[in-house]
């Protein structure tokens, strides 16, 4: 099993540029999560979603997108992108506990 | 409201003793404890599930209080390995679904 796969692993976008975090999961879990990780700082909550074609918002959603299609794929979506968003971005799937991608290292200049 | 940890930072010694606290305003109804080293991701240590239940691992290990809405986690006779960042988390109802969120986070240094 791979478990929770993340790319890109960096990446570093121009102001006002837009991207796509690749997230997919190979261990059938329903929940998955998008979190990220300021530098020295704690884990925030972007969104998460129950199943496939369901997603709701956690405590830092403004200036990201996501869509589940399927069970496997979590992909998150970065418009119009801004220094702000400069971060350390982490995929989760669940099943009473967090399994982590490798995260994905995001600079905006 | 994600759950505060105290202390935010704490350097110890090899062989000595630390407790992180991870408390939160609203009901607990479980709480997870993990560990980051840096530049890695968030690995899992242990699972609370019921009020008071205490868990183990290795020289690890931690309590939970329901009532108080409060979960310690104890680190005993410290090693090098030991130094990262702690978290607690936990998961919050959010129209009839679960989010997980995480406390503030407790960075920990053992040193030689």
């Known amino acids: 099993n791979a478990g929770v796969t993340q790319t890109p692993k960096f990446r570093i976008l121009k102001i006002g540029q837009s991207m796509t975090l690749q997230c997919t999961q190979d261990?059938?879990?329903?929940?998955m999560y998008w979190y990220r990780q300021d530098p020295g700082m704690g884990l925030k909550l972007i969104y998460y979603?129950?199943?496939?074609?369901?997603?709701d918002k956690g405590e830092v959603p403004n200036g990201y997108n996501v869509s589940r299609s399927t069970t496997e794929d979590f992909p998150l979506r970065l418009e119009l992108a801004a220094p702000s968003q400069t971060s350390v971005y982490f995929c989760?799937?669940?099943?009473?506990?967090?399994?982590f991608g490798s995260g994905t290292q995001l600079s905006v200049l | 409201q994600q759950p505060v940890q105290s202390p935010q930072a704490v350097i110890l010694r090899e062989g000595e003793d630390a407790v992180i606290n991870c408390s939160s305003s609203?009901?607990?109804?479980?709480v997870h404890w993990y560990r980051q080293k840096h530049g890695e991701a968030p690995v899992f240590l242990m699972i609370?599930?019921?009020?008071?239940e205490q868990k183990g691992h290795e020289k690890i290990s931690a309590s939970f209080n329901e009532k108080k809405q409060q979960s310690s986690l104890y680190l005993t006779a410290s090693q090098l390995s030991y130094s990262g960042t702690y978290f607690c988390?936990?998961?919050?109802?959010?129209?009839?679904?679960?989010?997980?969120?995480f406390g503030t986070g407790t960075r920990l240094k053992v040193l030689a």
């Open positions: 989760a799937s669940s099943r009473e506990k967090l399994f």
């Open positions: 261990m059938n879990h329903n929940y």
């Open positions: 979603s129950v199943g496939a074609g369901i997603t």
């Open positions: 609203k009901a607990l109804y479980s």
């Open positions: 609370l599930l019921k009020g008071g």
């Open positions: 988390g936990t998961e919050r109802v959010s129209s009839g679904t679960y989010k997980y969120i």
